[in-house]
């Protein structure tokens, strides 16, 4: 029998795993997902060059990598590793369950992904031999989110063993992917507040109780690798692949410096003049050329190649927890969850204690006004992580983000959904019609406001 040692029959769960976080974090913090996409519908960055994505033109086409990546890639990996390790008899039930529990974990915080940028989105049928899946209602894929972190925190036991190689964000610490796992829940029950109050309730009083995320040291993040093929996917494009299109947008960087943010040498460089000049959003490709000059890049501490990736943080947590507060869903005081999540915002960016004291005093909590000051202030906190920016801006209403006069005629206000893949469209598009909706325009079902 002729066997290649190269092409191995029988691929590790361990390795498996590796490979998921590894292309689901280069994907969601990447370019396709991220910086050309996500981070420009929220206005954080602007195209200095090539700039239709800023005017909203957006073919079906430029989607399918990021479906292919995620559904064929990351999701995949991990639903092999999950049988691989369901059958693997050298290890002990309660290792086997914690194993399962980080799998588990990860496809869900892939899966809501995936439905906050589209909607509906196969996800029952997933993952399974049914070459044409289904489309399940975001309102069901919601709830069920919620279950399968709920049951994979219970079964967490973090005395014992887990993966002993292969995870890269907690390097099997599992008390640790027990808070990521009630975090995740609280992102989630929060999202869907405003059209089930009931069960986000519900859902974040379990969540808090069973413990969060609080600490940077607790947070979720994944390091990138010096190797360039497994380096942070930002340092590839500008670096590897010699791309510069993209500035800080004049929207972001110019609210910061009305408020006088000491975050703003940490966001940005500085221009050729040694000033911090954003670039207009939405601009003519001319127009924007011709401004590519002299506005600033992305800071260079965050296109390193081992520049870390946020899954979720503290920061986040804490502006979730204001809200619960404020809602009524836990205990505790909203203004003093919405000034740690401020606190802990310009601890990780590196501004002193008397710079952040002074911000958060001229920038104080208002319960009647709640909103707006939540939505405002973590759409400045959450800068690099254009996803949940995009979901929390779509969901808060805040802040008020200007649409731009050169956008493409057909679209008529900031897209609040992403077009589903061509892909979808010429094989499965018997369920892709089904759905009802192809569009930027729909919302999304928990942005109800």
């Known amino acids: 029998m002729n066997i290649d040692p190269n092409q191995p029959t029988r691929v590790p769960a361990e390795n498996l795993l590796t490979q998921a976080q590894l292309s689901l974090n280069q994907l969601f913090w990447g370019r396709a997902a991220n910086a050309e996409f996500a981070m420009l519908l929220v206005q954080h960055f602007a195209q200095n060059e090539y700039a239709e994505d800023s005017r909203y033109t957006m073919p079906a086409a430029n989607f399918d990598g990021i479906w292919n990546t995620a559904y064929a890639g990351g999701l995949n990996d991990l639903e092999v590793a999950k049988t691989i390790v369901e059958n693997n008899e050298a290890i002990s039930d309660v290792v086997r369950a914690n194993q399962i529990a980080v799998l588990e974990i990860m496809q869900v915080w892939a899966f809501h992904n995936l439905t906050d940028m589209f909607g509906d989105i196969p996800y029952s049928e997933a993952l399974t031999d049914e070459p044409y899946p289904s489309y399940d209602p975001q309102s069901e894929i919601y709830p069920d989110l919620i279950r399968r972190l709920t049951e994979a925190s219970a079964q967490i036991d973090p005395t014992a063993g887990s993966f002993s190689s292969g995870d890269n964000i907690y390097r099997g610490d599992m008390e640790q992917w027990r808070l990521l796992a009630n975090s995740l829940k609280l992102r989630i029950a929060m999202r869907m507040s405003d059209v089930n109050s009931s069960a986000a309730s519900t859902a974040v009083a379990q969540a808090v109780a069973d413990g969060v995320i609080m600490t940077h040291a607790q947070a979720a993040t994944y390091e990138f690798d010096p190797q360039a093929a497994l380096a942070n996917p930002l340092y590839i494009d500008q670096v590897i692949n010699r791309r510069d299109d993209f500035s ?85 005081d909203a203004a003093e969850y919405y000034t740690d999540a401020l606190e802990l915002s310009m601890d990780y960016w590196g501004v002193s204690d008397a710079e952040a004291t002074a911000y958060i005093a001229a920038h104080p909590y208002s319960s009647a006004n709640w909103r707006e000051v939540i939505g405002t202030q973590k759409w400045v906190a959450l800068y690099m992580q254009g996803l949940q920016a995009w979901a929390e801006w779509r969901r808060l209403d805040a802040p008020d983000l200007a649409f731009p006069a050169a956008a493409d005629p057909s679209v008529s206000a900031i897209p609040v959904r992403a077009p589903y893949p061509a892909g979808e469209e010429g094989t499965n598009t018997e369920n892709l019609a089904a759905v009802g909706v192809n569009g930027l325009a729909t919302k999304m079902w928990w942005d109800v406001d």
């Open 248 to 332: 800080v947008s004049e929207t972001l960087l110019g609210y910061m410096q009305d408020e006088n943010d000491p975050r703003v040498s940490a966001y940005a460089n500085p221009n050729v003049s040694g000033n911090y000049v954003g670039m207009p959003y939405g601009l003519t490709d001319a127009e924007a050329f011709a401004r590519k000059g002299n506005t600033s890049r992305p800071n260079d501490a965050l296109r390193q190649q081992q520049s870390e990736a946020i899954i979720m943080g503290p920061v986040e947590v804490y502006f979730l927890l204001a809200e619960a507060a404020e809602k009524g869903y836990i205990s505790g």
